[in-house]
């Protein structure tokens, strides 16, 4: 069997989540491959909302197996903080949420440095979301961090206090910053206990495995594609691979057994923090569309820039992830919009093109955009492809015909049930 992949297409916050758990019922095992707690999974059904950071999106389908994989950073805090949650709604997670022993630890002092450099940077932030994410991959590729594994091991508090010593003497290259370290460290061990009654796995091992025993595997992405560490907006991305790469060294399988890949895009674009961002509205349409669409951060709060949807930019993340069918979520977000713009072409040094530049962090870039009627109409009552209004047909027509990849599903609402299933065929041989 193939691990099928979903991940998002744009700069995260595309509604992952939702489609996780709406195809987790077709697999054996849903498997977080990278990122950490900056990723903010919202799904939505029988009247509940939740926020998953770190556990992987399956976690609510009965008897599905969950594994955070070694790609994975994870803060043993926030993991008990969502394990609560679990406990409170009643979810039996026990045996099914699996973790990967090769899984790196973000330490309280990598969340003290990431605030510190953040804040030193004034007006050149990058937007970090201070979870320590950056500091624990640099340690990671320093080859001194520590993994889930070694909270086992009889010289832990000697690793703890040997990476800690290191960290406090970078934090003083940094003006000084309210953090109370005591307070962090006493709440971080005492949440290592919670990390510590999961199973242990060595998710290599166990995925491949489990693709011999012809389990079927999704695996699922965080934050965008555009945020990817080598192909996004650098250096305003995060600190690992978020495209289809970064399945294989997240999980530990080889590229040929990747199948399926599923991108998601939201029918217009935003992105949280700085960075470029082509398409971006930043009159009374961009206040329009973010009130429209709730669009505040599910991790930070912070209110998400707001845009156009750009079809170079997705042109460039499809041919980077080898995407083979398309989710538009959020479209219901545009039924009050009486016209719609999408981005076709760039114009920057006098020339129009459809790729990005090298250096578009620097870059002065202007859109080229084609109109569309608006539809005007709400969708709550819409379940199926053909009763959608004629200007929602047109308007996924063009951009299935100019991404060239089919749109499968389209979403109509946060909630699980609110979803179309346009091409039930290619739907079908998922799992």
């Not at 934090?171 to 290592?192: C, G, N, T």
């Not at 599923?262 to 082509?278: E, H, L, M, N, Q």
């Not at 578009?360 to 009763?387: A, C, F, N, R």
Request: charged fraction near 25%; glycine fraction near 10%; hydrophobic fraction near 35%.
């Amino acid at each position: 069997m193939a691990v099928d992949v979903i991940l998002g297409l744009q700069w995260g916050d595309e509604g992952k989540g939702k489609i996780v758990d709406y195809l987790a019922e077709k697999y054996d095992i849903v498997a977080r491959f990278q990122g950490g707690p900056n990723a903010g999974h919202t799904l939505k059904f029988d009247g509940q909302k939740f926020v998953l950071h770190t556990v992987p999106s399956g976690i609510f389908r009965q008897d599905l197996i969950n594994v955070i994989g070694n790609g994975v950073v994870i803060d043993p805090i926030t993991l008990e903080k969502e394990i609560a949650k679990l406990d409170e709604a009643k979810v039996n997670y026990q045996d099914r949420l699996l973790v990967s022993r090769k899984a790196h630890l973000i330490l309280p002092t990598h969340r003290y440095i990431d605030a510190a450099s953040e804040a030193s940077k004034g007006k050149e932030k990058i937007g970090s979301t201070l979870k320590g994410i950056g500091p624990t991959y640099m340690d990671k590729t320093g080859r001194n961090g520590i993994r889930v594994g070694d909270i086992l091991d009889k010289d832990f508090s000697i690793k703890y206090e040997k990476l800690k010593a290191k960290h406090l003497g970078l934090v003083r290259l940094y003006p000084e910053i309210e953090f109370d370290l005591e307070a962090e460290e006493a709440k971080w061990f005492a949440s290592l206990e919670t990390l510590k009654a999961l199973p242990m796995i060595d998710g290599e091992y166990y995925i491949n495995q489990a693709i011999k025993e012809g389990k079927t595997i999704l695996a699922e992405g965080a934050q965008g594609s555009m945020l990817d560490i080598d192909f996004g907006t650098y250096p305003f991305v995060t600190s690992s691979n978020t495209v289809t790469a970064g399945v294989c060294n997240g999980l530990g399988i080889a590229p040929s057994k990747i199948g399926e890949v599923i991108g998601i895009t939201k029918a217009y674009c935003t992105r949280v923090g700085s960075g470029p961002f082509p398409t971006e509205l930043t009159d009374a349409t961009g206040d329009f569309l973010r009130k429209e669409g709730a669009e505040f951060g599910a991790t930070t709060g912070r209110p998400r820039r707001c845009g156009w949807i750009d079809l170079p930019q997705l042109k460039y993340t499809i041919m980077l992830n080898g995407v083979t069918q398309l989710v538009i979520t959020k479209i219901d977000i545009l039924n009050n919009f009486e016209n719609i713009s999408v981005g076709t072409h760039y114009e920057y040094n006098g020339q129009r093109t459809e790729q990005l530049p090298y250096d578009i962090s620097t870059v002065s870039m202007v859109p080229v955009y084609q109109e569309h009627k608006g539809w005007l109409s709400s969708l709550d009552h819409v379940s199926e492809y053909e009763e959608l209004p004629e200007a929602a047909k047109n308007y996924v027509q063009t951009l299935e015909t100019s991404l060239e990849v089919p749109i499968t599903m389209i979403s109509t609402g946060p909630e699980r049930k609110k979803l179309i299933i346009k091409e039930k065929a290619k739907v079908e041989v998922l799992g």
